[in-house]
T-cell receptor, first 115, second 115 residues
Framework: NAGVTQTPKFQVLKTGQSMTLQCAQD?????MSWYRQDPGMGLRLIHY???????DQGEVPNGYNVSRSTTEDFPLRLLSAAPSQTSVYFC??????????????FGPGTRLTVL | AQKITQTQPGMFVQEKEAVTLDCTYD???????LFWYKQPSSGEMIFLIY??????QNATEGRYSLNFQKARKSANLVISASQLGDSAMYFC????????????FGKGTMLLVSP
């Protein structure tokens, strides 16, 4: 199993450009999520999905869109990049969202810089 | 109010000694889970240990144990016999089991292990 994969690993954008961060998992996990990590801030939830066709907003959703058309894929779209979106982005998945351990498995991250 | 508080921005410990990383949390949900993740300098997020709010015993995973004090709302991570490879950022996180079980992270504690 590859686990959770993310592409690209690094990306530089200009203000106003759009792009999609890709995330895929091969563990048949029900729950997937996107976080951003900024210095001194920990990880903050952007969007999450509890299954194909179901998504919801997290703590910091503005400027980002998601969709989940398959169980495996959960892309994150930046509509019009801003310097404030410079961050490291992590995708994560877990078997389900039910109570119990259900730890989240993280991808390697995408380091995004917006100029 | 912050849901997860890690008051130690940085900790130093000598190799082979034990170290405790503090975490306090705030929730009114009777059912919740507490997690610790490790982030080495390479950037990946590694799950370490889980404690459920209804678990009677403190969780242990190898050299990691979780000192769970429910009344004090604390979930401290104890690393016994520290190793140089334990140098990393450590994050405490909470999942409240009402709703869709999203994770809230603390800001992290940087642990440095010296020879």
């Amino acid at each position: 199993n590859a686990g959770v994969t993310q592409t690209p690993k690094f990306q530089v954008l200009k203000t106003g450009q759009s792009m999609t961060l890709q995330c895929a998992q091969d563990m048949n996990h029900e729950y997937m999520s996107w976080y951003r990590q900024d210095p001194g801030m920990g990880l903050r939830l952007i969007h999450y999905s509890v299954g194909a066709g179901i998504t919801d907003q997290g703590e910091v959703p503005n400027g980002y869109n998601v969709s989940r058309s398959t169980t495996e894929d959960f892309p994150l779209r930046l509509l019009s990049a801003a310097p404030s979106q410079t961050s490291v982005y992590f995708c994560a998945s877990s078997y389900s969202y039910d109570r119990g351990r259900n730890e989240q498995f993280f991808g390697p991250g995408t380091r995004l810089t917006v100029l | 109010a912050q849901k997860i508080t890690q008051t130690q921005p940085g900790m130093f410990v000598q190799e082979k000694e034990a170290v405790t990383l503090d975490c306090t949390y705030d929730t009114s949900d009777p059912s919740y889970g507490l997690f610790w993740y490790k982030q080495p300098s390479s950037g990946e997020m590694i799950f370490l240990i889980y404690q459920g709010s209804y678990d009677q015993q403190n969780a242990t995973e190898g050299r990691y144990s979780l000192n769970f004090q429910k009344a004090r709302k604390s979930a401290n991570l104890v690393i016994s016999a520290s190793q140089l490879g334990d140098s990393a950022m450590y994050f405490c996180a909470m999942r409240e089991d009402s709703g869709y079980s999203t994770l809230t992270f603390g800001k992290g504690t940087m642990l440095l292990v010296s020879p």
